[in-house]
């Protein structure tokens, strides 16, 4: 059991940094592809701005001869801007948010919504008033409606013959461009009239615990003067032919038995994989389907073994001969050839140990040995009759 948990937990710890791992690639990779566009967007202005300096000076040296800049795939199009500049994926550091939200209670509990009405502080639109219709919150900008327009280019690859070369768009603005406008009543001379809320401040923090959503109110702070939050519009839906009614959702069509699995087989192979491995019981197509490509595997490698070369073939040829053949067999010259080498290599053998001792004797002697010695030596040994009787016992 021990050694069935350390494998488990070496599992797990094993998964975590894969996993810590992938995030770490795509969180790099995302990085350089903000990099990327935010550089090139950097380019872009660049470009333009060097562009609109070089018309100033042609316009200020040559005059009535400048280059035109109304004609062309940009005609009615001076001004605009490049569709790059539209709209930026570059990321906003946590101190940047919290700096463009301090007036409104920071980035986490921001104190402004969709439906609030707001002023430009900043910028050549100043002074005007105009309703927050979009709020992103990870950049810390807002969309106003009505405010800081500009002039988009189109290309002329995406627009139709009859589409003007620009169209008039809303550009985000930054959360520290914008102060919140709400009527206040005056308490000494009882009237009611718009302020300008330059700073905010959120209480009474409220938890959900089963959503986990927070509510909080905003307050104006030496005031002590709390702001409602805008009233949210209900959508309005509208009733289509194409959707499902409720009692139609709530209607039970499927009952478990013990005789059916507890879910419809359609949900379990969106669980797990109408074709899986692990899967104990498939349809009988689909074994059918995997006989079938099997088969085919093996008709194929047959089809490999029949197709070879000449040299394969005249290899095989050879084989099949010698198989044919059999077994060679020793004829009688060459068992009385094998005999002779047999005898040859028993009296090499025996006379071994005769001549290792003759050299033993011839330099124990002074290194003389007679001729008698030499010839009692390399003398064959007398042939001995063996019996073909055995002995009498005693």
Not at 88 to 109: I, K
Not at 208 to 216: I, L, M, N, P, S
Not at 281 to 290: C, G, K, N, Q
Request: charged share 30%.
């Amino acid at each position: 059991m021990q050694k069935i948990l350390r494998r488990v937990a070496t599992a797990e710890r094993v998964a975590a940094k894969r996993a810590k791992a992938k995030d770490l690639k795509w969180f790099k990779k995302g990085r350089k592809e903000q990099s990327a566009e935010t550089q090139q967007q950097q380019q872009v202005v660049r470009s333009e701005l060097r562009a609109a300096k070089q018309a100033i000076k042609d316009d200020w040296e040559l005059g009535p001869l400048a280059p035109r800049l109304d004609v062309g795939n940009w005609a009615g199009a001076k001004g605009a801007i490049h569709e790059s500049r539209f709209a930026s994926n570059a990321r906003v550091s946590l101190a940047m948010r919290n700096r463009r939200c301090r007036w409104a209670g920071g980035a986490y509990n921001l104190n402004l919504a969709v439906g609030d009405r707001v002023v430009l502080v900043d910028g050549p639109e100043k002074g005007q008033i105009g309703n927050i219709s979009r709020i992103d919150e990870v950049k810390a900008e807002v969309m106003v409606k009505g405010l800081n327009k500009s002039n988009i280019r189109l290309q002329p690859q995406i627009r139709l013959p009859d589409d003007p070369p620009v169209f008039n768009v809303e550009l985000p603005l930054p959360i520290s461009a914008i102060r919140l406008v709400h009527p206040i009543k005056d308490a000494a001379t009882g009237a009611t009239r718009d302020v300008v809320v330059n700073q905010l401040v959120h209480g009474s923090i409220i938890s959900d615990r089963v959503t986990g959503e927070k509510r909080w109110s905003r307050i104006v702070p030496g005031l002590n003067v709390e702001i409602p939050w805008p009233e949210k519009q209900e959508p309005d839906l509208k009733d289509h032919k194409c959707d499902t009614l409720r009692l139609e959702v709530e209607n039970k069509t499927f009952v478990p038995t013990l005789l059916r699995p507890p879910m419809p087989e359609s949900v379990i192979d969106e669980l797990r994989h109408r074709y899986s491995r692990f899967r104990t019981r498939h349809d009988p197509e689909y074994v059918a389907r995997l006989e079938a490509q099997e088969q085919e595997k093996q008709d194929r490698r047959k089809l490999m073994d029949g197709m070879r070369t000449p040299l394969q073939e005249y290899h095989r040829a050879e084989r099949d001969r010698k198989k044919k053949k059999g077994k060679p067999r020793l004829s009688v010259e060459m068992l009385e050839r094998i005999g002779e080498v047999m005898a040859k290599n028993m009296e090499r053998t025996r006379n071994a140990p005769g001549l290792s001792g003759a050299g033993a004797l011839g330099s124990s002697s002074g290194g003389s040995v007679s001729t008698t010695a030499k010839a009692a030596i390399t003398a064959p040994a007398p042939e001995v009759e063996t019996p073909t009787q055995p002995p009498p016992s005693t």
